[in-house]
């Protein structure tokens, strides 16, 4: 195993900060993904609920104004639209864990989240929460994902709201996704070598050839590649890869936002906040309700708009939800920038569902391709990286025979 980080996990990543072991990187599981939920038993691994799964207060934005209410009065406000937004989805994915099942979705496919959005007859309110919360799923502008796979969410989670936000941000692992991922590796009998980036894969009629960054070789019979969708045009493939995996590389999936824990200097009530999504932190809500503070956790679309390294730009970002909120500390880490990562969790753009996703998967010689990107289900998470990996290591152990 060739791993190009000093740890394993790739773009999930736990971290000690402020007294707690937070996720920097993927976070949150729910029962209705399978392949994850089924590592948690097998282990039994606990699972915490973050605090804003319990929260007592909502706020959200009408014209640009904060609005502080109830989760009731949120899920009147927020519920009917999400599900005129969905409407579709059941007939797009009649079998959600299939996503090329079903025909004629080639129309949806080529639509963005925003122009389905504005197909829609809804108030100034409506057309604002929507906006945002297809922005928060697609982390980019709701103008560069794909409708189609937008509603892959919702099928995914049983076609209701509320099931798919529990599976997105409501359950996590006691003690962060590390602890998962030691009790796997536990397990793992391969021989690992950090901080390995690959350099080239080259095939050759008798097996193939890997080489790292620092010169060291690997000769196998088979490889499987597991990047992140956006590395894949960083390693030089002899014979090179497919165009299609090149283009939609080269092109990078929408996930390109910001992720940020902060500390707060007094206790606030335990919140969830959806703002809009041109604000520079487009949700924000209490992940750890501790005696005399809180841990809040807030996502933007667009790393433009915020500074990370900047304490008061995520301070004045978090006062359009609590006014008078002051931080102790805060954390981040640019997914974008990093270069075995090069963006967030993994949304198509227009067209590659339908057109790329076969290929994007399709093995090409000897070299085998995982990962969370290119699975069938839960695509950009822990869910989805398990499934398309226990998937390759199967198809490679039955062609090695």
Not at 72 to 90: H, L, M, S, T
Not at 336 to 363: H, I, K, V
């Amino acid at each position: 195993l060739l791993e190009a980080r000093p740890r394993l996990g790739g773009r999930t990543w736990t971290a000690e900060f402020s007294g707690h072991d937070v996720d920097v990187g993927g976070t949150w599981i729910g029962w209705s993904q399978p392949h994850v939920w089924s590592e948690v038993m097998r282990y039994n691994v606990p699972i915490v609920e973050s605090a804003a799964a319990s929260a007592t207060q909502a706020i959200w934005m009408n014209q640009g104004s904060a609005v502080v209410g109830t989760m009731d009065g949120y899920a009147q406000a927020f519920e009917g639209v999400a599900n005129k937004y969905y409407a579709p989805a059941r007939s797009a994915f009649p079998r959600p864990f299939d996503p090329l099942y079903a025909d004629d979705v080639d129309g949806l496919d080529a639509m963005t989240a925003a122009e389905a959005i504005d197909s829609l007859d809804l108030s100034d309110q409506e057309r604002s929460l929507i906006s945002t919360f297809a922005a928060m799923n697609g982390h980019s502008s709701p103008d560069q994902s794909s409708y189609l796979d937008q509603m892959r969410w919702f099928a995914l989670g049983d076609f209701n709201l509320w099931n798919m936000w529990d599976n997105l941000g409501r359950y996590r692992v006691e003690g962060g996704t590390r602890v998962l991922l030691d009790q796997m590796q536990g397990e793992n009998q391969a021989e690992v070598r950090y901080s390995s980036p690959v350099r080239s894969v080259v095939q050759s009629q008798d097996g193939v050839t890997v080489t790292t960054n620092d010169g060291s070789t690997y000769e196998a019979r088979k490889v499987i590649v597991a990047l992140p969708l956006n590395c894949l045009v960083d390693v030089q493939f002899t014979p090179n890869i497919s165009n299609t995996k090149r283009r939609v590389s080269e092109a990078r999936h929408t996930g390109s936002g910001t992720k940020v824990y902060a500390r707060t200097r007094r206790k606030h009530p335990v919140f969830l906040g959806h703002g809009e999504h041109d604000m520079p932190l487009c949700f924000l809500f209490t992940e750890y309700d501790d005696a005399e503070s809180q841990l809040l956790v807030g996502f933007g679309i667009d790393p433009e708009r915020i500074d990370m390294n900047d304490e008061q730009e995520i301070v004045a970002a978090m006062r359009r939800y609590v006014p008078d909120v002051e931080l102790e500390e805060t954390l981040s880490h640019d997914w974008n920038a990093d270069p075995y990562a090069r963006g967030t969790w993994c949304m198509y753009r227009p067209n590659t569902l339908t057109s790329d996703l076969a290929e994007l998967q399709r093995a090409e010689g000897n070299v085998h391709f995982a990962g969370a990107d290119i699975a069938n289900g839960w695509r950009g998470f822990i869910d989805g990286a398990i499934e398309s990996g226990s998937r390759a290591a199967r198809q490679v152990a039955e062609l090695l025979g």
